[in-house]
């Protein structure tokens, strides 16, 4: 559930829970407008902490199988690649 999902459920539950007067015997519309608002929060909570945790981690390392290609004045430079670690987005 992303942010706006969250949102949504929060307003209907606001709209279940103070708006909505009906009666239906088995169903208390307010309860579910509790609910739907405690859902609805808990859902901003877990997608704001996951977007706070959420990094983009790159990590160079040296190419060791690969040529040394020379620069200038017999400067030599190594070839870098990028290496994503597992279990991270990228």
Known sequence: MGIGGSIFLIAMGAI???A???ELGWLDLS???WVLMLAGL???IMTSWLWQSRRRTVVTTPVEDTRIVPVRDDRLVEEYREVRRPGHPI
Do not use: E, K, R, Y
């Open 31 to 33: 309860v579910v407008g």
């Open 42 to 44: 808990v859902g901003l």
């Open 20 to 22: 909505v007067d009906v």
């Open 16 to 18: 279940f829970a103070f």
